[in-house]
């Protein structure tokens, strides 16, 4: 499968922005999908995931209650609704998909199939 990440931007603090992921490849119901950001200087990490059916999903403690998953399947795409953005937001946001109809508790780890090329977002303060 084939990621591209978009919707990136700069904002400032306290704004929204809304990701997007399209996939093209096998049938999109068959991923489960993460999103993850790397901050310069430091590790990538996982920010949220959606089972393929969009019926769990996960947050890290940074982004939850700001930042919301969700998928269209029929449109092979998934979003990340990012609000009340803080500086510390300030990253290359990725997607990836994990082959597989994987369980939540699968989809918190970094082992991921396909990943997208990246999309920046920059928070100013």
């Known amino acids: 499968v084939q990621l591209q990440a978009y919707g990136g931007g700069l904002v400032q603090a306290g704004g929204s922005l809304r990701l997007s992921c399209a996939a093209s490849g096998r049938p999109f119901s068959q991923y489960g999908m993460g999103w993850f950001r790397q901050a310069p200087g430091k590790e990538r990490e996982l920010i949220g995931a959606i089972t393929w059916g969009g019926g769990s999903t996960f947050y890290a403690d940074a982004v939850k209650g700001r930042f919301t998953i969700s998928r269209e399947n029929a449109k092979s795409t998934v979003y990340l609704q990012m609000n009340s953005l803080k500086p510390e937001d300030t990253a290359v946001y990725y997607c990836?998909?994990?082959?597989?109809?994987?369980?939540?508790?699968?989809?918190?780890?970094?082992?991921?199939?396909?990943w997208g090329q990246g999309t920046l977002v920059t928070v100013s303060s």
């Open positions: 990836a998909a994990k082959v597989g109809r994987s369980s939540i508790g699968t989809l918190k780890t970094l082992n991921y199939d396909h």
